[in-house]
Each structure stands twice: as C-alpha cells, then as structure tokens.
C-alpha cells in the first residue's frame, strides 16, 4: 500500500461524509444521542455515588470498655481496663482493613461533648467531677461499610470491650444502595453500545448500500478489499469522533447549569450533599466517550464493511 | 517487475496462445436457488484481437455469459480463462489484479453522476495507485480518444446519453486493459449515437484490445459483419465469422 493511496483513501473518507451528508448526519446524531444518555446518566450515577460514599465515610463504630466506676454490670478482674490501658488497643484496631481511622475519646472530651448539649455553655456549674467517669471509647471509621458486622463481632471478641454501638441498618441500606447502583448502571450502559452499534451498523449499512454504484465499480475496476473497505472505517471513525464531541459539550454546560442551579436553590441541600465539580465528571467521562465513540463507528463501519463490501 | 512475476507472466502468455485470450471449456451456469441453467455447456474461444458480437434472446444467458468472464459468478461445471487467468484457480486475494486487465461497459453508463468527467476516469487509476501526475497525463488523453476533449470539468450528470457511456467506455480503457467486455452498451441510445458508440468500440478494437459487445441492435450487428456468436436458452446456436443476427421466434 503506497502512501499516496493511504492520504488519498482518508480523503475520500471525509470526502464521502459530505457526499453522503444526511447518511452521516443520521450516524452523528445516532452516536451523539447515545453518549448523551450515557454522559447524563454516568453524571446522575457518579453524584449518587459520591453522596453514598460521603454518607459511608460517616459511618461510625462506637467501643466502650468495662471499667471501675460502672456500678451497674459485672466485671471480672481482668476485664477492667484504665483510660491508658484501653488506649493500647488503638493500634490493633487500627491494624484492621476495613478501619479508616481510629479516634480516641477520653472520658474529659465525652463529657464536655455531652454537657454541651444538655446544659448549654455554663455546662461545669454545679458539677465539681466528671460523671461519666471511664466512659472512654473509641470512635472507628470504616473504609468498607459491609464489613461492619466483621468488625463489630471483631470487637465483641476483645474480653475488654463492653459494649459496641454500631448501625445494622444505615449499613446494609447504603451497601445496598451501591450494589444495586452499580447493577442498574452497567445495565443500562451495556443496552446503550448495543443500540448505537446496532445502530451505526444500519446507518452504514444504509450508506454502503446509497453508494452502491461506486462499489459495484470499484469491484469491476478491480479495486483490492483494502481499497473499497478503508474510506468507510474512516468516515465511521470520523462520525464517531463528532459524535462524542457534541454530546460532552453538550453535557458540559448542561452539568455546570443544573449545579449552579441547585446550589442556589437549595442551599441546605447541597451543604450536606456533596455534589462532584463538572472536571470530576469529565475526568472519567472524557476518555470513556472518546473511547466509546470511535470505538462504536470503527466497528459499525467494519463490521458494515466486511459484510456488504467484499470486491 | 521481479523474477517471479516474470515467470507468471510468460505463463499467461503461454495460456492465451494455447486457448485463446477467452476461453470457455464445457461450462454450465446456475445461479443459486433456480434449477434452469443459465448456460449449458458451452464452449467458445475467441482470439486475441478479435472483435465479437454476443447475439440472443432475452433470457439467453448473455449477461450470464460477461459475470463469467469477470468471475462475478462461477461454474458449477467448466473451466474458464480469461486473459491467461485460469479463473477456477484463481484466489479471491488475485481477483482483483485480474480484474484490472478487463474493461467493462454497460447500458446503464454507471458514471458517479455528481463527480466530474474528469473524476470518473481518474476513479479507475486510483484503484490501480497510478500516480497523480501519470493520472493527469493519461485522463486528457483518454477523453480525447473517446470523442469528448475539453469536457472534463463538467458534471457526469449534466452530460448526453452518448456522452455519459463515452465516458463509461474511457473509464474502462483508461488502464489500458487487454479485453473489452460490453454489455449492450447502446440499449439506452438513439439510432446515431448507437452508431457512434460502435464505431468507438472498433476503433479500440482497432487498435489492439480484444472486444465482446453484447446487443440486441441487429441492424448494426449486420452492418458491422464481424464474428457473431448467438445463444439460445443457454446454448450457442450459431457461431460465424462475419455474420448476421437471425431471428427466432
Ligand atoms: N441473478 C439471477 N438470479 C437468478 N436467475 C437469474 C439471475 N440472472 C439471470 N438469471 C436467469 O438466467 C437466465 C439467463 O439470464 P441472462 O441475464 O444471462 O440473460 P440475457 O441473455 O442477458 O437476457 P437480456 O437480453 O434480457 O439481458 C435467465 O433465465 C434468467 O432468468
Ligand atoms: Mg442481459
């Protein structure tokens, strides 16, 4: 294959986009349209996610440890623990996959947390002593909320730990929520390629056969598969790469509207929702259109290619 | 050119000699799904240089006949060879460059109607990777050989029925094949134009190429008297030199 015939088949392949302007049109819009959804509907997903994985973050394991001053349950010796000796546990809690983060509280800071909000500022009159007295714990951040009932069953094993406040159900809701997430999201992913490249194919297919003429010539003028085949992987490859351009411009401003848009309105919304900056969303989503895109034309056109042009 | 093509060379060379440029060597056609045969048994050689009508009835395996010739079909019994192309061992990586020693003409001029006259003809050396600047030599030249200089920028569409198959016929000889196949080439043209087409076709022939026209006109095929090959259902009925179309009804 010489060079002049490779530059001279890529302008024919742009050549036939305009010859062919409403073959083409339809396949752009085909294209667009898809990645449109798709780029609508990652937005949509990639938020919801975000939120989950903020509201996950804040998912807490609260330890609490038997001590001397708690007169109301049953200790055995060495189940009693000092405020020093609990704290030497941090790093075997720490130690754990699941955890993120460890904090410490002392009885001190539980009881000024506490006081604070029942008695307001001038929460230290009338009390000269710490009543929740060894009410020390840890405050445990999960990296995973499924592991939760692991890691609550983890504890309950250290002879100890008295008592573990945790949520079952915030937990399973937002495992949950992730999983089903993720399932309807590659669902509806997978039926939008097949449409489009089910689609890019016929449009192809259409203008393969609006062409029909100059490839029934090609064939008698003894024109090598190569020749006939490369113009429509070009224009296919083509008409792919406008048709992600436009929808990602298009979900551009659209995204940066509806944000500013709900950032305005509601206001308390957004303070605890954290909604992803539009250079998040592209981050992924720029590539992945690109990809898809070029992707969906190259095969619709080779695929349409080798079925109706074999010389 | 190397060794190897050398030796492949001489060796359709060697073919044409010994069989004829075309040949057809007890050969049925079929096509998939009918149970008549479009052609039964047929035999035929034609020489190198020889000027041939293709007569018969509608129906008579005529068009049959030329998709042979061009391997656009195949046989379901015979041999076929075509230029010194033994068209039953022939790849489907090879029919291309085999293709490229034939012109092909037919009724319905199949010009790329919103290109050029110009762009027509150059259509045909770009398939074979003519360079640009022979392309540009050769086209004018072409065209001024088929009756139509100077009318290369016009559009294919804005042409006369003569002009377009003018075009069609210097499309097919721009690469300068050794065989001619037309397939009633003047079904869409006037008495005169007809004429013209014809006389084109003899010049070419004249001048070297081998050339098989199909054609239902037997007024001109008795004027012209050249070889006159007639088919009917299938089969070669008369096959004469410097002959008549005779009619059956
Ligand atoms: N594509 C096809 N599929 C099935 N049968 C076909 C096909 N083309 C031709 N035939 C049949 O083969 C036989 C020969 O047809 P062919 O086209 O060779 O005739 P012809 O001599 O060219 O006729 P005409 O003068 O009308 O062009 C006919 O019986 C026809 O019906
Ligand atoms: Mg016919």
Redesign the interface.
């Known amino acids: 294959m010489?060079i002049?015939?490779l530059s001279?088949l890529i302008k024919q392949g742009f050549a036939n986009i305009f010859?062919n302007r409403w073959y083409s049109l339809a396949s752009v819009a085909t294209i667009s349209a898809c990645l449109f959804l798709f780029g609508l509907f990652y937005a949509v997903v990639a938020n919801f996610q975000s939120i989950v994985m903020k509201a996950e973050e804040g998912v807490s394991v609260t330890v609490f440890f038997h001590n001397e001053y708690d007169k109301c349950e049953e200790h055995t010796e060495e189940q009693l623990t000092t405020q020093d000796q609990a704290k030497e546990l941090q790093s075997r809690i720490e130690a754990r996959n699941e955890v993120s983060e460890v904090n410490f509280i002392t009885e001190d800071e539980a009881w000024e947390v506490f006081a604070k909000e029942y008695y307001g500022e001038n929460y230290a009159d009338g009390f000269l002593d710490n009543p929740l007295v060894g009410e020390y714990s840890y405050e445990i951040f999960l990296s995973d909320v499924d592991a939760q009932s692991a890691l609550v069953d983890w504890l309950y094993s250290i002879p100890q730990v008295r008592k573990v406040n945790y949520s079952e159900l915030t937990a399973t809701t937002l495992s949950g929520a992730n999983l089903l997430i993720a399932y309807v999201s590659m669902g509806i992913i997978a039926v939008l390629l097949a449409v489009s490249v089910f689609l890019i194919h016929s449009t192809i297919a259409m203008g393969i056969s609006a062409r029909s003429?100059?490839i029934?010539?090609?064939?008698?003028?003894?024109?090598?598969?190569f020749?006939a085949r490369f113009p429509f992987v070009v224009e296919g490859v083509v008409i792919g790469l406008i048709g992600t351009i436009i929808p990602l411009v298009g979900i551009y401003s659209l995204y940066n509207y509806a944000l500013s848009y709900v950032v305005e309105r509601f206001t308390m919304l957004s303070n605890f929702l954290n909604f992803l900056t539009v250079e998040e969303v592209f981050h992924f989503l720029v590539p992945v259109s690109f990809l898809v895109g070029m992707g969906i034309g190259f095969l619709g056109s080779i695929s349409s290619a080798r079925k109706h042009l074999?010389? | 050119m190397t060794k190897r093509e050398q030796r492949r060379l001489e060796k359709r060379q060697q073919i044409i000699e010994e069989k004829g440029i075309i040949c057809l060597d007890n050969v049925t056609a079929q096509y998939p799904g009918t149970d008549t045969t479009a052609l039964d048994q047929v035999s035929l050689r034609i020489n190198k240089g020889e000027f041939v009508f293709i007569v018969g009835n509608s129906g008579s395996g005529k068009s049959t006949l030329i998709k042979l010739l061009l391997k656009e079909i195949t046989p379901v019994e015979g041999d076929i060879y075509v230029g010194g192309y033994e068209l039953n061992r022939l790849s489907h990586r090879k029919i291309s460059f085999f293709r490229r020693t034939i012109g092909v003409v037919f009724q319905e001029f199949r010009l790329l109607k919103e290109r050029t006259v110009y762009d027509n003809v150059a259509f045909a050396q770009r398939i074979i990777e003519t360079p640009v600047y022979e392309i540009k030599r050769n086209v004018p030249e072409i065209l001024a050989m088929v009756g139509l200089p100077g009318k290369y920028k016009a559009s294919a569409k804005d042409l006369a029925g003569g002009e377009q198959q003018r075009v069609a016929i210097a499309r097919a000889l721009v690469n300068k094949p050794s065989i001619l196949l037309a397939d009633e080439p003047t079904g869409n043209l006037d008495p005169q134009n007809t004429r013209e087409i014809m006389k084109l076709l003899e010049e070419i022939n004249e001048l070297g190429t081998t050339v098989v026209v199909v054609t239902h006109n037997n007024q001109i095929v008795d004027e012209m008297r050249k070889r006159v090959i007639q088919l009917n259902f299938g089969s070669i009925s008369s096959d004469e030199e410097g002959g008549y179309y005779t009619y059956e009804d």
């Open positions: 010489k002049r015939t001279y010859r003429v100059e029934m010539l090609m064939k008698y003028l003894g024109a090598t598969d020749f074999r010389v």
